[in-house]
């Protein structure tokens, strides 16, 4: 069973930047589509972006659209979320997840908060 | 994007009891390749979701069969046959099939 080990969460004035890591426990991680996923403090759950196997595809929410970046490094088997121009509305707890092929399985880190605030 | 969703948003039931929860989306869940990428979580307080249910009616490993999912196209539902203690959470549909993907807006089950 793959394990997802988060870090990089916090607290960033607006404007500000920020990167979060999401390190697997097996190399099986490299043959998944991985995923961010956020939740806005006592909200509901919402896509954040996604990356294919080899990071040669991305896609954005609308929100993040511009000013977050997804990779990963699969020889270190991490997956990297660059967020740049902080908002207050990017407040969050970020899970970075994946789901195997054809959605057959389905694995989450703990999650990690980011508060944005002066 | 895909709008979906869920009734009731909360959901009192009484241990034993069975549960039921709806799901709508805005446009039809099914694939190019025939698939539906319809899918229940279950997100208890404090923690990571964890799904239950992928692609409409298949149970992930290790959940207890009280849980089923059903339905097609637009209209899906989950159900527990026996509510136990340990199901306190907010449950969600997300659908996988439409980018950018979404959940509902979660339904909250609490022990009457």
């Known amino acids: 069973e793959v394990q997802l080990v988060q870090s990089g969460g916090g607290l960033v004035q607006p404007g500000g930047s920020l990167r979060l890591s999401c390190a697997a426990s097996?190399?099986?991680?490299?043959?998944?589509?991985v995923h961010w996923v956020r939740q806005p403090p006592g909200k509901g759950l919402a896509w954040v972006s996604r990356i294919n196997v080899d990071g040669t595809y991305t896609a954005y929410a609308d929100s993040v659209k511009g000013r977050f970046t997804i990779s990963r490094d699969n020889a270190r088997n991490t997956l990297y979320l660059q967020m740049n121009s902080l908002r207050a509305e990017d407040t969050a707890v970020y899970y970075c997840?994946?789901?195997?092929?054809?959605?057959?399985?389905?694995?989450w880190g703990q999650g990690t908060l980011v508060t944005v605030s002066s | 994007d895909v709008v979906m969703t869920q009734s009731p948003l909360s959901l009192p039931v009484t241990l034993g009891q069975p549960a039921s929860i709806s799901c709508r989306s805005s446009?039809?869940?099914?694939?190019?390749?025939?698939?539906?990428?319809l899918h229940w979580f279950q997100q208890r307080a404090g923690q990571s979701p964890r799904r239950l249910i992928y692609k409409v009616s298949n149970r992930d490993s290790g959940v207890p069969d009280r849980f089923s999912g059903s339905g097609s196209g637009t209209d899906f539902t989950l159900k527990i046959s026996r509510v136990e203690a340990d199901d306190v959470g907010v449950y969600y549909c997300m659908q996988g099939t439409h980018w950018p993907y979404t959940f509902g807006q979660g339904t909250k089950l609490e022990i009457k």
């Open positions: 997840a994946g789901f195997g092929s054809g959605w057959l399985d389905s694995y």
């Open positions: 097996e190399f099986t991680f490299s043959s998944d589509w």
């Open positions: 446009q039809s869940l099914v694939y190019s390749d025939g698939n539906t990428f």
